[in-house]
């Protein structure tokens, strides 16, 4: 008898670690649900996948809007398939000095990288719950764990990310579903980062090998923290390069 194929949703699948989860799953044997705002921007991803013999689907879906996150999960239970593995992989990674850290840039951070966690979350656990199984991921950062000059709205986002994966884990765990918060340490290999090191004055081409952190990497921790055993779960993995100093 085949075994039923998994369904996967990734809430924040962008050009780089989303689509890299995606790939990896796709490769496994998963289903994969893309969301985004403007899902159209998938568009490339889905055929990638499919033309790899994979299955993927794209949503628009604002994770800062609750309506639109219920909506996102209610289709993809009814049309697509159970969800057995969802990811918050949503940024906001800005960086103002204090005084000039606007109201709307502190909110929007909050509501982008905190309050959409929150909403994933939830109504993952809503579907995963009666079923008593499955796994709720979030995507974290170095801001996850301390906060830095310039970074008050990411980091308290951020912290607050992390508190909420603590709490579910706690609340949901002993019900049979999974809550992992994975802290990637690191620059990332991105056209956002690369940027950042060249304004800085520095030359990412001239960079050590595996100085940054490939996306791939973040979507293999992924595939290993999904297919752990329910007597080994992890709630939390940092993952840095190997010269990262921390």
Same mark, same amino acid.
């Given at each position: ?30 289903? %994969?649900?893309?969301? *985004? ?23 628009? %879906? ?31 990674? %800005? ?11 502190? *909110? ?13 979350? *939830? ?13 709720? &991921? ?15 709205? &990411? ?38 980062? *690369? ?16 100085? !940054? ?11 290993? !923290? ?21």
């Amino acid at each position: 008898m085949a075994l039923q194929r998994q369904t996967c949703l990734i809430i924040g699948a962008g050009d780089y670690i989303g689509a890299a989860i995606a790939k990896r799953f796709a490769a496994g044997g998963f289903t %994969v649900c893309l969301g *985004r705002r403007g899902g159209e921007k998938n568009a490339p991803l889905v055929a990638e996948i499919e033309a790899a013999g994979g299955t993927a689907y794209s949503f628009s %879906v604002d994770a800062r809007e609750e309506e639109q996150v219920v909506s996102c999960l209610e289709t993809i239970e009814e049309e697509v398939g159970q969800l057995d593995l969802v990811i918050f992989n949503v940024g906001g990674n %800005v960086s103002f000095p204090l005084i000039d850290t606007t109201e709307r840039v502190f *909110r929007k951070v909050w509501m982008m990288a905190c309050l959409g966690g929150f909403l994933t979350g *939830r109504e993952a656990a809503k579907h995963m719950l009666p079923r008593g199984k499955g796994s709720i &991921f979030f995507t974290g950062a170095t801001a996850s764990m301390r906060g830095g000059a310039g970074f008050s709205a &990411f980091a308290s986002a951020k912290f607050g990310l992390r508190a909420l994966a603590q709490s579910m884990a706690r609340e949901l765990g002993p019900q049979g579903i999974h809550v992992a918060h994975l802290v990637i340490d690191s620059g990332v290999d991105t056209e956002f980062v *690369r940027a950042r090191i060249t304004q800085a004055g520095g030359d990412p081409e001239t960079l050590p090998p595996d100085t !940054l952190m490939r996306p791939e990497s973040v979507a293999d921790a992924y595939w290993q !923290l999904h297919h752990q055993a329910r007597d080994g779960w992890t709630h939390e993995l940092d993952l840095r390069p190997f010269a990262e100093k921390f």
